[in-house]
């Protein structure tokens, strides 16, 4: 039933199907995608104005219809990676397990949880093991505009293994957002219960085929804002 809910959004005519910079492999097809960005930018903001007056992950339009959608109160997620989505969230659930290895961010984000009188996230501040007195701040504008520093994945071992304490499908859902992120995923995949999803933002790059190899047997529904896309799997 989510797997066909999620995927009727992802349809839906007013989203966006194809990311135009992945397709964008030479100078004329780079010069095409340039000149659309600000119209794609402009659309999704368009997109997201019936949130103007709450916080919202960033992510695609169709993504964050689809949490709104399915999220219900007797659920339980996870997240490797914090910020609007805990936000977003943490109403919306049961209970939410968040963390982050930055630790300006994750002092801005306490505050922002305390208030809102959100008392159903279990927030963890996990350092890196390279530099434990290292933050990169919090971007100030939106997420397309926003990378994050590359650091090896062996620095974040104590992040993604947190997850590893919890049962075998403990969770209804995983958000894939943050440090490490094939690590998170590989990890995350026996905690989530039969059905569950597994939600990886900016699953265009590269870097993150492992986890589409990995998880192509999963029903999957993709959503794009023509710039960076998020995926949804959900487990058989």
Request: glycine fraction near 4%.
């Amino acid at each position: 039933m989510s797997y066909s809910a999620a995927k009727s959004i992802a349809s839906h005519r007013r989203y966006i199907k194809k990311n135009h910079l992945t397709y964008s492999e030479n100078k004329i097809a780079y010069l095409h995608f340039r000149l659309l960005r600000p119209f794609l930018k402009l659309y999704q903001k368009h997109l997201l104005k019936k949130w103007r007056n709450s916080p919202i992950p960033w992510m695609t339009p169709a993504a964050i219809d689809i949490l709104q959608t399915l999220l219900t109160k007797n659920m339980s997620g996870f997240e490797f990676g914090s910020g609007r989505s805990t936000l977003f969230i943490a109403p919306r659930v049961k209970e939410l397990v968040s963390l982050e290895h930055d630790q300006q961010w994750f002092a801005h984000i306490e505050a922002e949880l305390k208030k809102k009188k959100l008392g159903n996230v279990h927030y963890v501040h996990i350092l890196p093991a390279n530099d434990a007195s290292k933050t990169i701040g919090y971007p100030k504008n939106n997420y397309e505009n926003y990378v994050m520093p590359a650091t090896p994945a062996t620095c974040y071992t104590a992040y993604y293994s947190y997850i590893d304490q919890y049962p075998d499908a403990s969770f209804d859902f995983i958000i894939v957002d943050g440090r490490a992120r094939v690590e998170c995923a590989q990890h995350a995949i026996p905690k989530l219960k039969p059905g569950g999803m597994l939600i990886l933002d900016n699953a265009e790059r590269v870097r993150y085929r492992a986890i589409h190899e990995q998880l192509k047997e999963w029903k999957k529904v993709f959503t794009t804002s023509g710039i960076t896309d998020t995926v949804f799997w959900f487990k058989l």
